[in-house]
């Protein structure tokens, strides 16, 4: 009997676990096919030729916007924008992490606290009012630039929890044996430190990806967004500014905002999937709620029953 209930905990935590990580890849996955196939299977995004404001129909399965442009189409083609800005605004930020944070943590010395107040400088800066500077006085606003400053001003927290993470490993006991045969200190990072945060790094990642994908939405709809590409961030904006709001056209701003919810949901499910992966604590905690949970419903019962036996006599 006590074998089976040991059974149970694991299969629950394993089913949903599988489900979060289902869910995250089929909304993720779903997206990233849409913003790599819809462009070649609708209009061109910036085709005006038909008639503004149109409500969905089947010519135009989510209407036009206020100059004839095919709103589907212009889904699709920013969805491969907000997409690129994310994923390079990830990658720069996962690099300047990595950089910050795992020299200075196995480095140590002068090394790490230089690193560590450059880190820290970088945290307390507030980051979308730098951002917002930053865009405001960029003279061309590429995807690109977007995607390089949303990076290098998100990198800063990573960064900590790499420093304390390299700084655990320099101690262990392969990385000392490999620093006495003689290894030099990029290799014993390269070699011996980093595969051993690959899933941290994947979490971080997928954490600055969502960030730069609603940070750009959110200068987008400020106005200060990539000039000239089509991103849901720049749909949001011009919907804004052309009043869609007010008028009811609901097929202009409704759906990129709700790619960038199911796209943050994706993202954040699969991150959950592996933080719960690489934290025993964080499996473990549903399993002890439950069980507090039933162990208070055990002494209420027990509590009625009491109360029911004194009633009764």
């Known amino acids: 009997m006590?074998?089976?209930?040991?059974?149970?905990?694991?299969?629950?935590?394993?089913?949903?676990?599988?489900?979060?990580?289902?869910?995250?890849?089929?909304?993720?996955?779903?997206?990233?096919?849409?913003a790599l196939l819809g462009p070649r299977f609708t209009q061109d995004p910036r085709a005006y030729g038909n008639t503004p404001m149109q409500p969905p129909s089947p010519q135009h399965l989510l209407g036009t916007?206020?100059?004839?442009?095919?709103?589907?189409?212009?889904?699709?083609?920013?969805?491969?924008?907000?997409?690129?800005?994310?994923?390079?605004?990830?990658?720069?930020?996962?690099?300047?992490?990595?950089?910050?944070?795992?020299?200075?943590?196995?480095r140590g010395g002068i090394?790490?606290?230089?690193?560590?107040?450059?880190?820290?400088?970088?945290?307390?800066?507030?980051?979308?009012?730098?951002?917002?500077?930053?865009?405001?006085?960029?003279?061309?606003r590429s995807m690109w630039m977007i995607a390089f400053v949303?990076?290098?001003?998100s990198w800063a927290g990573s960064a900590v929890v790499l420093r304390l993470q390299a700084k655990s490993l320099r101690n262990r006991d392969y990385v000392s044996a490999a620093r006495t045969a003689g290894e030099r200190a990029p290799r014993i990072i390269l070699v011996e430190i980093l595969p051993n945060l690959l899933p941290l790094l994947a979490a971080m990642f997928l954490s600055a990806v969502v960030l730069a994908v609603l940070s750009e939405a959110g200068l987008s709809y400020l106005g200060l967004g990539p000039s000239g590409a089509i991103t849901w961030g720049t749909m949001l904006n011009q919907a804004a500014q052309q009043n869609a709001f007010h008028v009811g056209a609901w097929w202009w701003f409704v759906p990129p905002g709700l790619l960038?919810?199911?796209?943050?949901?994706?993202?954040?499910?699969?991150?959950?999937?592996?933080?719960?992966?690489?934290?025993?604590?964080?499996?473990?905690?549903?399993?002890?709620?439950?069980?507090?949970?039933?162990?208070?419903?055990?002494?209420?019962?027990?509590?009625r029953l009491a109360q029911a036996g004194k009633d009764a006599k």
């Open 111 to 140: 090394t790490d606290e230089v690193l560590s107040l450059i880190t820290n400088i970088m945290l307390v800066i507030p980051g979308l009012p730098l951002v917002i500077v930053i865009a405001t006085y960029l003279e061309t």
């Open 150 to 153: 949303l990076g290098i001003t």
């Open 65 to 106: 916007n206020n100059l004839g442009a095919d709103v589907l189409a212009q889904l699709a083609e920013g969805a491969s924008g907000s997409l690129l800005v994310g994923a390079t605004a990830g990658f720069i930020a996962v690099v300047f992490s990595l950089f910050f944070g795992i020299v200075a943590g196995y």
């Open 260 to 303: 960038i919810a199911l796209l943050g949901t994706g993202l954040s499910l699969i991150n959950f999937s592996i933080d719960e992966t690489i934290n025993p604590k964080l499996k473990a905690a549903p399993d002890a709620v439950r069980s507090v949970r039933r162990a208070e419903r055990e002494l209420r019962r027990q509590a």
């Open 2 to 34: 006590s074998s089976a209930k040991e059974v149970k905990p694991s299969g629950r935590r394993r089913r949903r676990l599988d489900l979060k990580l289902g869910l995250g890849l089929f909304l993720t996955v779903g997206i990233i096919l849409f």
